[in-house]
T-cell receptor
């Protein structure tokens, strides 16, 4: 079945460091891909998405590019802030019924 | 205005009890979902309803029974609670079930602790 694999955390960075969180997927067909973020004590918020190969999703300085050839959707940010500390989830939607399949989540901690 | 709201936020109960969690969305969406997040933060879909009809049931024990009185509400009733049911339960909604790229909006979660 469809699945998502994320790099294990926690990821600990200093403020202004470069961030990469790896995400790869296995799916039949052509899924849409998402990054969701969960701040402490809150629900999930959509961070960005891409619906087809080579699409780049971006929001709040974060970017991810849908790479069909490597089945990847890595999350990047050039300069992280303390306020970016959260758990990040990569997810796919294989179409039909809009079911989201999540990766295990990666906790990011940014220190001043 | 809270788009997707859940009550209660915290629920502590004894094994064997029956409890319900309520979810409401004011976005005018047709589709609603329940997800379970375990202690390791792993998220998995449990159910989905579209216009009050069940469309996804992910091999969840039949002690869990979702109920959708109208398309703005999706409640989760759990019978005979077990220790393993302790988790955070998230409700979500989306405009509809199709196309595969509809954003899902999540509620704040209900932390259930079974003692």
């Amino acid at each position: 079945g469809d699945s998502v694999t994320q790099m294990e955390g926690p990821v600990t960075l200093s403020e202004e460091a470069f961030l990469t969180i790896n995400c790869t997927y296995t799916a039949t067909g052509y899924p849409s891909l998402f990054w969701y973020v969960q701040y402490p004590g809150e629900g999930l918020q959509l961070l960005l998405k891409a619906t087809k190969a080579d699409d780049k999703g971006s929001n709040k300085g974060f970017e991810a590019t849908y790479r069909k050839e490597t089945t990847s959707f890595h999350l990047e940010k050039g300069s992280v802030q303390v306020s970016d500390s959260a758990v990040y989830f990569c997810a796919l939607n294989g179409g039909g019924y809009n079911k989201l399949i999540f990766g295990a989540g990666t906790r990011l901690a940014v220190h001043p | 205005d809270t788009a997707v709201s859940q009550t209660p936020k915290y629920l502590v109960t004894q094994m064997g009890n029956d409890k319900s969690i309520k979810c409401e969305q004011n976005l005018g969406h047709d589709t609603m979902y329940w997800y379970k997040q375990d202690s390791k933060k792993f998220l998995k879909i449990m159910f989905s309803y579209n216009n009050k009809e069940l469309i996804i049931n992910e091999t969840v024990p039949n002690r869990f029974s979702p109920k959708s009185p109208d398309k703005a509400h999706l409640n989760l009733h759990i019978n005979s609670l077990e220790l393993g049911d302790s988790a955070v339960y998230f409700c979500a909604s989306s405009q509809d079930q199709g196309q595969g790229n509809n954003e899902q909006f999540f509620g704040p979660g209900t932390r259930l602790t079974v003692l």
